[in-house]
């Protein structure tokens, strides 16, 4: 009795035993329905696909503005020609150097008269806002560091307007003469003559700046490859802003004759921004900037906007800096307050320089910007449709499960039994029984057999409709059925069922042992299948994964074909080179790295190629036959791949093999003999009909013979192409450490001259200079000395400045460094205050007007004391000698001709410059008493000086018999290590070596 009550106790209604399932069979639908949806990345794609949408746009956007850079606003290589053989004809025929022309105005009007229509030309046919050209012979304003520099500037501000009488244009620069002559009108703003500040890096001059500096560095490269393109700035007061293309005017030799370049107006390049495109809403924004790659990368410097408010420009936008979002080349602004909203941007980079040229850290780039919520306003309203049909579908489920329960509540026993033998493929279906309470149960158990049927179906209608190839299946454990969606039968190619099915248990796993053959990899959560398509040699992969709960079995079979694919594609990217095939750089890199681990590598080589007059082939027959001679050379490359040889293509021409574990080097000598051999055999058909072959350079670098490390391996390989390039080109040549030694500085010292400028490390050694008659103390040579300990001599610091153009700065630290050593001696009482020092200036360099009057304001008590060395490793520059020589006159100081009789300090420097004092140069002074050619160059020196009150000192002297000589030909002072060598300190002069100085000249 007490058992039964306990039963009825815990025992529960039908409907309740009915509903609870019910309802947790909803939440497991609702469950996979939402892990389905938020599986399948729909979110993430759909906000990848806008992304994609925004940056090929402006993909599309830059293409076609970097096709008129380079197509048209930038043609201006057969200007650069006329105007150069204009210029050098005219110097030729009027037999005069470059900077004479500053002297000449009728010279310089004839040239600027012939070479006036081709500008006109040239800006009417490249559709540019402005063309100029300037000859750079500069003629100096008063008490400023500014020239004057002749040359002409033609501007258009509708490009697209023509007028055969030229009314449309006007003439900012340039010759009033010039421009009658044509019928040109003068702009407002007009001035005969450009005013530069040379050497200056401000934006308003490195339009003439910069290429110039370039030229100077790369005196070999062709004047295209010069080229500089300049950020916003205003060549007129008055005109617009605009940006500029400008390359060196120069011949082959490397000589510079000038500018020549073209503007864009700002308000010219919006017409080619079209910045509607990029947001339905018009609140898109493209915008050119530029930055610098090596520094600071992601901070942006806006040049020209193009929005929907007219008036926006680079002036109102700060630089600011921009962080990577997940796809690719999209960014978002850090600085949100630069706009009221969330902006993403995409960014494509123009390609302006070439690859390591003196501009390679400026990068130009291209920016669409488009506010966030506009652009992923699908994926928003593809969320909330989710969300909204999980919902309603929810409600009618659990209202029809409800219902449902209320009507099986009477269900009897022997409809399951019935039950257990329906087909499970289709919706029961059971003969009434004439029993009201039996019927009622029969039309229960058949509507909740269609509602479940229904369900399933709905799940499989919502897959369909999000268009995601997703199968499912649900095995019921205790019904031993498995549902599977149409979907599951077409990713496992199975025909036999079309639509949504139920299966028994082992029909299903029948079905799916059969695609065991197939696996790819399996582990604890996941299996994935590779399963012919049908179509040859094509593959559909399948992601399949299951769970249980309680008493089902559920699974979902995803196609992830395409990730695979671009996955495998990612790999090919990541490792070899499109182009030829070969390994890339990064690639490369890491191949070698690996190799280095080894224990024993034994002898090994790395080889570094380079394609000699690519260019040549590119410019001349198209990029795409370049591509066709670069792809053979790797084709030949990739023959010597192998278990001991890596090969890579390192960038552009350039192109790396690698031997390892090699018992000899004679081994490697074979095959790279050999494959030389193999292409210089390999004819070559050229597109106009003419045969060639493959040419080439190479340096190789040996392990362990030249390098130890793969650092040093790499650096010494390219050095050796650097090397045969200048000098054997078309050659292999094998590492040589002498010869690296000795251009090391000129190839890794800039950074070393950089620093030391910029921190001015120098100090001043002082070397005396003696007095023939008494041996008292004359002056001081004041002579640099690095702190950097990449310099061993004064020599490399001169020959490295010169060419990277910073002998100006040199200039000035001298003048300022050297002077104020000398007064700090004098303050400390270590030297006379009468004591001269001589300062070492650089012939082709000046300080500027304001430099001269800051050392004038700061040494003017010891101006008088000063001996000006003119030092001439180099031609001298007249015009900076006169200024020079005024300022010396100025002083009351002194000038003197140092190292007469080397280098340029000759006879003819004697007679231009009138010196106080010359000073002999060793290679005379050196063994004077052995040698009757030196006694008589120094007797005519020495005639002459005394005639014209000219001091004669003899510098180097190092014995007592150049002494004697010397002071029989009447030298007057002495400099050299016989009576000190150059000194930090002030060091007295041995007493015996002034007491055989005075017995010598006793005897005269």
Request: aromatic share 12%; glycine share 4%; with cysteine.
């Amino acid at each position: 009795m007490k058992k039964s009550k306990a039963k009825r106790k815990h025992s529960t209604s039908i409907l309740s035993r009915l509903l609870v399932p019910m309802l947790f069979v909803f939440v497991i639908q609702a469950a996979v329905m939402m892990s389905m949806f938020l599986s399948s990345d729909i979110l993430k794609k759909s906000s990848d696909n806008a992304y994609g949408v925004l940056s090929e746009k402006v993909l599309n956007r830059k293409i076609l503005i970097e096709n008129e850079m380079s197509n048209r606003w930038t043609r201006i290589s057969d200007l650069h020609e006329k105007v150069l053989k204009v210029i050098k004809t005219e110097l030729s025929r009027n037999n005069i150097d470059l900077y004479q022309l500053a002297n000449m105005p009728e010279l310089q009007n004839r040239v600027l008269n012939t070479i006036l229509p081709e500008l006109i030309y040239t800006i009417r046919r490249n559709y540019v806002t402005g063309v100029f050209f300037v000859i750079d012979a500069p003629s100096p304003l008063v008490k400023t560091n500014a020239f004057f520099y002749p040359g002409l500037y033609v501007r258009n501000e509708e490009p697209s307007s023509y007028s055969s009488i030229n009314d449309d244009l006007v003439i900012s620069r340039g010759s009033s003469e010039v421009v009658q002559n044509h019928n040109i009108a003068l702009g407002v703003d007009w001035s005969p003559f450009f005013t530069i500040v040379p050497n200056s890096h401000d934006v308003a001059y490195r339009y003439f700046n910069a290429p110039i500096a370039a030229a100077m560095k790369y005196p070999n490269e062709p004047a295209k490859n010069l080229a500089f393109w300049n950020t916003l700035s205003k060549l007129d007061p008055l005109s617009d802003d605009a940006i500029t293309y400008s390359i060196p005017i120069k011949d082959d030799a490397g000589n510079i004759y000038g500018v020549l370049g073209i503007d864009l107006s700002a308000k010219y390049i919006q017409t080619f921004l079209g910045f509607d495109e990029l947001d339905i809403s018009k609140k898109g924004m493209y915008c050119m900037a530029v930055h610098d790659i090596h520094n600071d990368a992601g901070t942006f410097l806006p040049i020209v906007f193009s929005s929907i408010a007219r008036n926006l420009n680079a002036s109102h936008i700060p630089a600011f800096k921009v962080e990577r979002s997940n796809y690719k080349n999209v960014y978002t602004i850090e600085e949100v307050s630069i706009f009221e909203e969330k902006y993403c941007l995409a960014i494509e980079p123009f390609h302006l320089y070439q690859r390591n040229g003196m501009y390679e850290n400026q990068e130009w780039v291209l920016i669409g910007l488009a506010p966030e919520a506009s652009l992923l306003s699908f994926s928003v309203t593809l969320k909330k449709i989710f969300w909204q049909s999980v919902l309603v579908s929810g409600f009618l489920f659990l209202a029809g499960s409800y219902l449902s329960s209320k009507h099986i509540s009477n269900m009897f026993t022997k409809v399951v039994l019935k039950l257990q033998n329906s087909d499970p493929r289709k919706i029961v279906n059971i003969e009434k029984m004439n029993i009201t309470e039996i019927d009622t149960l029969i039309v229960a158990i058949e509507n909740l057999s269609a509602s479940v049927f229904n369900a399933a179906s709905r799940v499989s209608t919502i897959i369909e409709k999000l268009q995601v190839p997703i199968g499912v299946f649900e095995h019921n454990i205790l019904m031993g059925t498995v549902f599977c969606n149409s979907i599951w039968f077409k990713l496992f190619n199975i025909q036999k069922y079309s639509g949504d099915s139920v299966l028994k248990t082992d029909e299903f796993y029948k079905l799916l042992d059969h695609y065991e053959y197939y696996i790819n990899s399996k582990d604890d959560s996941k299996t994935i299948y590779a399963i012919p398509t049908g179509a040859h040699g094509m593959v559909r992969w399948i992601r399949f994964m299951q769970t249980k709960e309680n008493d089902k079995i559920l699974g979902i079979a995803l196609d992830i074909t395409k990730e695979v694919e671009d996955r495998k594609k990612l790999e090919l990217q990541m490792n070899y080179d499109d182009l030829t095939g070969l390994y890339n750089r990064a690639a490369f890199d890491r191949k070698i790295t690996e190799v280095f681990k080894q224990k024993h590598l034994g002898i090994c080589a790395l080889v570094m190629w380079d394609l000699d007059n690519l260019k040549y082939l590119n410019d001349s027959f198209g990029h795409a036959y370049g591509d066709t001679h670069l792809m053979s050379f790797g084709k030949k490359l990739a023959m010597l791949q192998q278990d001991r040889c890596l090969v890579c293509r390192r960038s552009g021409d350039e192109f790396y093999t690698f031997f390892y574990t090699f018992s000899t080097s004679d081994e490697i000598k074979l095959i790279l003999t050999a494959f030389w051999k193999d292409i210089q055999e390999t004819p070559i058909v050229l597109p106009n009909g003419e045969n060639s072959r493959l040419r080439v350079s190479a340096g190789l670098a040996w392990y362990p013979y030249d390098a130890d490390n793969q650092a040093d391996l790499v650096r010494y390989a390219d050095f050796a192409m650097y090397d045969v390039k200048h000098s054997f080109k078309g050659s292999l040549h094998e590492f040589n450490l002498d010869v690296y030694k000795k251009n090391y500085i000129m190839i890794h010292g800039t950074e070393a001259l950089n620093q030391m400028l910029e921190r001015n490390l120098i100090e001043y050694a002082l070397q005396p200079i003696v007095t023939s008659g008494t041996g008292d103390i004359y002056g001081y040579e004041m002579l640099m000395r690095s702190f950097a300990p990449e310099f061993k001599s004064p020599e490399d610091i001169l020959r490295l400045a010169k060419a990277q153009s910073k002998l100006h700065k040199l200039e000035e630290l001298t003048f300022f460094g050297a002077m104020e050593t000398f007064v700090k001696k004098i303050e400390k009482g270590e030297i006379s205050k009468n004591t001269k020092i001589f300062l070492n200036t650089i012939s082709s360099q000046v300080l500027s007007e304001a430099k001269f009057f800051e050392f004038e304001e700061r040494f003017k008590p010891y101006l008088s004391n000063i001996v000006l060395e003119i030092t001439e490793s180099e031609p001298l520059n007249t015009n900076f000698y006169d200024l020079k020589n005024e300022r010396i006159r100025n002083w009351n100081a002194m000038v003197a001709i140092d190292d007469f009789g080397s280098g340029y300090s000759n006879e003819s420097s004697l007679l231009f410059l009138s010196p106080n004092l010359v000073k002999i140069d060793m290679s005379i002074v050196r063994d004077v008493h052995k040698s009757l050619d030196k006694q008589n160059v120094l007797e005519n020196l020495v005639s002459y000086a005394k005639k014209r009150d000219i001091i004669i000192l003899a510098e180097g002297v190092e014995t007592i018999d150049e002494i004697d000589v010397l002071l029989r030909f009447g030298v007057d002072l002495f400099q050299g290590y016989f009576f000190a060598k150059p000194s930090f300190d002030i060091i007295p002069i041995p007493e015996e070596r002034i007491q055989e100085l005075n017995r010598i000249f006793s005897l005269y």
